[in-house]
């Protein structure tokens, strides 16, 4: 089985930050992309960030430069760096990851809250 588990969201004010964190665990062989969604109610998920394995990057036109994704491909972790929140940043967060050859795995979610 593998499993994702995140952490690091909060309640912080318009201009500050937050780190989420994502690890997986359990029987992985490959983990081909890592990604950060989030979804605010009564809206559709979104891509917020995506990376690869090499390294490659996306992001979502709304937080690009104010948001960055990492990772660590030897601990199976990976980042959300989130600078200069605005308050339509507020949704919960979920970490996936392309594993084991094209299947999609998802974590728990967790909320970040942005205030005036």
């Known amino acids: 089985q593998v499993q994702l588990v995140e952490s690091g969201g909060g309640l912080v004010q318009a201009g500050g930050s937050l780190r989420l964190s994502c690890a997986a665990s359990g029987s992985i062989f490959s983990i081909n992309a890592m990604a950060w969604y989030r979804q605010a109610p009564g809206k559709q998920r979104e891509l917020v960030a995506r990376?690869?394995?090499?390294?490659?990057?996306n992001y979502a036109d709304s937080v690009k430069g104010r948001f960055t994704i990492s990772r660590d491909n030897a601990k199976n972790t990976w980042n959300l760096q989130m600078n200069s929140l605005k308050p339509e940043d507020t949704a919960v967060y979920y970490c996936?990851?392309?594993?084991?050859?094209?299947?999609?795995?998802w974590g728990q979610g967790t909320q970040v809250t942005v205030s005036s």
């Open positions: 990376i690869t394995r090499g390294g490659s990057t």
């Open positions: 996936n990851a392309d594993i084991n050859y094209g299947n999609d795995y």
